[in-house]
Nanobody, 116 residues
């Protein structure tokens, strides 16, 4: 089992910056990729960014050039640096991890609100 705990959400002004963190514990040696999804009321959860154990990153088109995902393997933590956020980035952000067995794990979610 893998446990994921997110932190860093909150209120941010458009054009500001915010960093989300996700700390993994448990059977972390089994992890392959980690990443972030987000969800707004009435909508499906959507991909924001992912990063593999080898450092390969993937981004949703809507956040390319503004958000950066990174991973600190020594701390078993993945980060999402959100620069120049827009009101449409407002959502609950979920950390996710995929094990080598392809099992997927989710964090509890953290609210990000972009508003002036």
């Amino acid at each position: 089992q893998v446990q994921l705990v997110e932190s860093g959400g909150g209120l941010v002004q458009p054009g500001g910056s915010l960093r989300l963190s996700c700390a993994a514990s448990g059977s972390i040696f089994r992890l392959n990729s980690m990443g972030w999804y987000r969800q707004t009321p009435g909508n499906e959860r959507e991909l924001v960014a992912t990063i593999t154990s080898g450092g390969t990153t993937t981004y949703a088109d809507s956040v390319k050039g503004r958000f950066t995902i990174s991973r600190d393997s020594a701390k078993n933590t993945v980060y999402l640096q959100m620069n120049s956020p827009k009101p449409e980035d407002t959502a609950v952000y979920y950390c996710t991890a995929v094990a080598v067995t392809t099992a997927r794990y989710w964090g509890q979610g953290t609210q990000v609100t972009v508003s002036s």
